[in-house]
């Protein structure tokens, strides 16, 4: 039980279609986050929301939009991706700033191939 | 600028002889430093973290960790090794002065044979 779910686990698309992730935790935290993690490569941060804010964007291409419309959920919207970003997404969860000492809590991710 | 570095790709052991993988780091501050084990499918799940005070910190499922300010270094360890501990694991490291970036490590996958 890890208080954060990624769904759809899997997902298969085709490079003009357009999805959307889901993340949703219950721990009451005010920060999400969505990385994304490729095979023999460190954890990629995208995006990071605090109190529903969007404070850090690590030059992610637009295809792929975040919304978080509010603590407990956070959605990433998928749109006319390349093969290069079949990945496995991550959604984590944390306090906010004034806790950087405390751990992300993350889900199991979402499985992404881009045909 | 914050990095961790995980020098092994992968680290094989025996069942109950003690592990250790391997993290370095570079930050500007104070560093906050954690451990995270991901299993096949899974997410990855948090194990142990130093903060302040004791160098040795002690986590779940039997592990530790070492803090070494001046090799900067947070080496993970076991006493002795299960096969239900084969799995990837990730060092981490946040500024203590704030902020929400945490910078990973490129993962360590251990291996325990029975």
């Known amino acids: 039980e890890t208080g954060v779910t990624q769904t759809p686990r899997h997902l298969v698309m085709g490079m003009t279609n357009k999805k959307s992730l889901k993340c949703e935790q219950h721990?009451?935290?005010?920060?999400m986050y969505w990385y994304k993690q490729s095979a023999k490569k460190p954890l990629e941060l995208m995006f990071v929301y605090s109190l529903e804010e969007r404070v850090e964007n690590n030059s992610v291409p637009s295809r792929f939009s975040p919304e978080c419309p509010n603590s407990s959920h956070l959605f990433l919207h998928l749109h006319t991706l390349q093969p290069e970003d079949s990945a496995l997404y991550l959604c984590?969860?944390?306090?906010?700033?004034?806790?950087?000492?405390?751990?992300?809590?993350f889900g199991d991710g979402t499985r992404l191939s881009i045909l | 600028a914050q990095s961790v570095a995980q020098p092994e790709d992968q680290v094989n052991v025996a069942e109950g002889n003690p592990l250790t993988v391997k993290c370095t780091y570079s930050v500007s501050g104070n560093p906050y430093l954690f451990w995270y084990v991901q299993y096949p499918n899974r997410g990855l799940q948090f194990l142990l973290k130093y903060i302040t005070g004791d160098n040795l910190v002690k986590g779940s499922y039997g592990f530790e960790a070492e803090f070494n300010k001046s090799q900067t270094s947070f080496h993970l360890k076991k006493p002795s090794a299960l096969v239900s501990d084969s799995a990837l694991y990730f060092c981490?490291?946040?500024?203590?002065?704030?902020?929400?970036?945490?910078?990973f490590g490129a993962g360590t996958r251990l291996f325990v044979k029975a």
């Open positions: 721990l009451g935290h005010n920060a």
């Open positions: 981490a490291v946040r500024d203590s002065t704030g902020g929400f970036k945490t910078i």
């Open positions: 984590a969860s944390s306090q906010d700033r004034t806790y950087s000492n405390q751990p992300q809590h």
